[in-house]
């Protein structure tokens, strides 16, 4: 028997743009798993996504197991294969208890709870909550979860934050396989490649981000060059990729580990997200020189009252300075950039694609806002009557979720397949990005995403994969539970003291 058993779901839609995307390690349910590991207890880890597991597969690996406890990661796009995954445990084991986390379960417990199948949702950070569970301790004595006392749910107090990350346990990365994984096209420089934490949360007030106003942790410098050392030395990893939501703010540990990197040797390749206005000489510099190919900015818009809309207002001469920065220094530079935002029309979608050519970047990411719950944007569409739907299948930043009375949904759709166009197929464009390559494998990735650019979508159609995709949420709800009057936002309900 196995103590507890962490699934990951599929994402629930693997097509058009997926050869453009990712597929990392999951770190929130790695680290849950080193913990619960380092206090004595047997833990397995199912990433159906990176394995590609049919729901006849994932029987075959529960019965193997046979866990007395489950962990399910749930964020917005995998919640009906998530109510599908609970099912499946619930009937091979009805002893078992099933447990989901993650910021879309943090946000919305009494809709998971709707699922007879799921016994606990833990909110906010899940190591201590899910050690206690597997430990057996009384679930009306677990601060930080919500479940169901008949039909009236629970809500324990909020768990106060764990400052001190270097307190945790590094990944529980024996658990994957990294032959699996892959960093998304244009975003690395060797590999095999894998993702990595140093931060945890963001100051930052952007509507459309579930880390807005969010207290900001980060493990030490010393111990994030000793998890880096692990993976290239223990795991063969040869490149990093940063996904902290704002790796530069802590500026005095970014330049203690990009000094450590320096001074240990390091041989790895990274890169990293930075903000427009939390960047400079002397971290471009030393960021070079530990190893930084590559860095992420997000400018999400060029137009000044879109900026402000969603609460980004970050002046565009910051931009401009901090991408020639960047370049004077030898990263490349990825710009981020949103359509279809509040207040969005033409005209100013129109001078997104203008700035983005006129910064020069290396790389132009392009998506479409998308409201998920428990940010300030899911609560003003929802109280504006501007949500389009609840099919949080689509929920992935390539589908029109809010209707605006300024653009068309096919408005949106053409101007996304005419920016992408203007912006890459110019043949200075295309010849930067051949001077980028240096393996075959960034060639295939290339020609993969220019074929996309030309023919408007690449479909990737896996008969077995059918399981995930048949379902909506409601056919797993078969309990009748009061919903909450108002939608939380993430950052509310992580900083007070009890849930509401």
Not at 294 to 304: A, F, H, K, M, Y
Not at 321 to 326: G, L
Not at 342 to 357: D, H, N, P, V, Y
Not at 461 to 481: A, G, M, N, R
């Amino acid at each position: 028997m196995t103590d507890l058993v962490l699934i990951y779901p599929p994402w629930a839609v693997l097509e058009k743009r997926a050869i453009l995307q990712n597929s990392l390690p999951p770190l929130g349910i790695l680290s849950i798993a080193a913990y619960a590991e380092s206090h004595g207890y047997k833990v397995r880890v199912i990433d159906i996504h990176a394995e590609r597991l049919s729901d006849q597969e994932l029987r075959v690996r529960l019965a193997e197991l046979k866990p007395r406890c489950v962990g399910i990661s749930v964020l917005t796009n995998m919640v009906v294969p998530a109510h599908y995954i609970a099912r499946i445990c619930k009937a091979m084991f009805p002893n078992c208890t099933v447990v989901v986390g993650g910021v879309h379960a943090e946000a919305m417990p009494e809709q998971m709870l709707r699922n007879s199948a799921i016994d606990i949702v833990v909110r906010g950070d899940g190591e201590e909550p899910m050690l206690e569970i597997i430990q057996g301790k009384g679930r009306s004595e677990i601060k930080g979860v919500s479940y169901r006392d008949g039909s009236t749910v629970i809500h324990t107090p909020t768990r106060p934050l764990q400052m001190d990350l270097d307190k945790l346990p590094f990944p529980a990365y024996h658990m994957v396989d990294f032959a699996r994984y892959f960093p998304a096209v244009a975003t690395y420089r060797n590999l095999p490649a894998t993702n990595m934490l140093m931060t945890l949360g963001c100051p930052g007030a952007c509507t459309f981000c579930n880390s807005a106003f969010t207290t900001l942790r980060s493990r030490s410098a010393s111990s994030v060059v000793e998890q880096i050392k692990v993976l290239r030395y223990q795991y063969g990893i040869r490149q990093i990729q940063f996904y902290d939501d704002t790796f530069t703010v802590a500026k005095r540990t970014v330049l203690e580990f990009c000094k450590r990197m320096v001074e240990d040797r390091v041989d790895v390749t990274w890169t990293a997200y930075i903000r427009g206005d939390c960047f400079n000489e002397e971290m471009a510099l030393a960021m070079k020189q530990a190893g930084c190919h590559q860095v992420l900015i997000g400018i999400e818009t060029g137009d000044d009252q879109v900026m402000r809309n969603i609460r980004k207002p970050i002046d565009k001469k910051r931009y401009k300075q901090t991408i020639e920065i960047a370049h004077k220094h030898g990263l490349e530079v990825r710009a981020s950039f949103i359509i279809g935002n509040i207040g969005e029309t033409m005209e100013t979608m129109r001078s997104t694609l203008q700035f983005a050519k006129e910064l020069d970047v290396d790389l132009m990411q392009l998506n479409i806002s998308t409201p998920y719950p428990g940010t300030q944007l899911f609560n003003y569409a929802v109280e504006n009557g501007l949500l389009k739907h609840r099919n949080w299948s689509e929920y992935g930043q390539g589908k029109v979720i809010v209707q605006l009375p300024t653009l068309t949904e096919q408005e949106i759709y053409d101007f996304e397949r005419l920016a992408f166009r203007s912006f890459y197929l110019n043949p200075r464009m295309v010849l930067r990005q051949l001077r980028r390559i240096v393996n075959l494998r960034q060639l295939r990735d290339l020609v993969a995403a220019f074929v996309m650019l030309i023919l408007g979508a690449i479909l990737y159609k896996d008969p077995k994969w059918e399981c995930w995709k048949s379902w909506q949420e409601q056919d797993f709800q078969d309990l009748d539970i009061s919903l909450p009057d108002t939608q939380r936002l993430t950052f509310e309900l992580r900083q007070t003291s009890a849930f509401k």
